[in-house]
């Protein structure tokens, strides 16, 4: 059995300092850290929050998702995929069901639609010129309805490589926007080739900015 909340923080304390920090860790030390070790420090675990806040659109009537189910540069009967703003790398998109699903609840139709949609993105994505890998990310802490991430990793940037991408991808300076429009542009086209659904005739602004929660 998992450990109790207050169980899981004292062992993490076990292993912190007296103010609460734990050691740096391993991934600071990889040459694809953003950070320099020297001078860096981890912030103080905080004790539990219980019962945990709710995420945004627990409640499908205030659901932001649920309320833009028609947008998107992409659409069919069941999906919709967004291209994000103000990113640092390439190109970010970000995949949603149109009704109210999370993964854990998500029927196995369209679970099995996700993956092969996820497969169909991925490949285009990664078909962009100076794209080398779409990273596919679900987090799902900030909100309640499902929305899975597809990062481009510019080609040639090892320091991206891995898990470090979404933090770098979070002090680059913005992408230039008409060129990742484009590209999004040109993988929509794609995957109404390849999959179906259609192009809305006139492209929404951004669904969100980066800088919202996962």
Do not use: N
């Amino acid at each position: 059995m998992a450990l109790r909340p207050d169980e899981f923080y004292d062992h993490a304390l076990a292993a912190a300092d007296d103010d609460g920090r734990l050691p740096l860790a391993r991934m600071t030390g990889w040459d694809i850290s953003p950070f320099e070790q020297e001078g860096l420090r981890v912030a103080p675990l905080r004790p539990p929050v219980l019962p945990e806040p709710p995420r945004h659109g627990e409640d499908p009537a205030d659901c932001g998702s649920c309320k833009r189910r028609d947008e998107g540069i992409w659409l069919d009967d069941r999906w919709r995929l967004t291209r994000i703003a103000g990113v640092g790398v390439p190109l970010v998109l970000m995949l949603h069901p149109r009704d109210h699903h999370d993964l854990a609840d998500l029927p196995d139709d369209l679970a099995a639609e996700l993956g092969v949609l996820t497969a169909h993105i991925a490949r285009h994505v990664q078909a962009l010129p100076h794209v080398a890998r779409a990273h596919v990310y679900r987090i799902g802490d900030g909100g309640a309805h499902l929305h899975v991430w597809f990062f481009a990793r510019p080609e040639g940037q090892a320091q991206l490589y891995g898990s470090w991408m979404v933090i770098w991808d979070d002090l680059l300076p913005e992408y230039p926007a008409d060129v990742a429009e484009a590209d999004a542009a040109g993988v929509a086209k794609a995957l109404v080739d390849s999959y179906g659904g259609w192009r809305p005739e006139t492209v929404e602004s951004p669904q969100q900015p980066r800088s919202t929660a996962p």
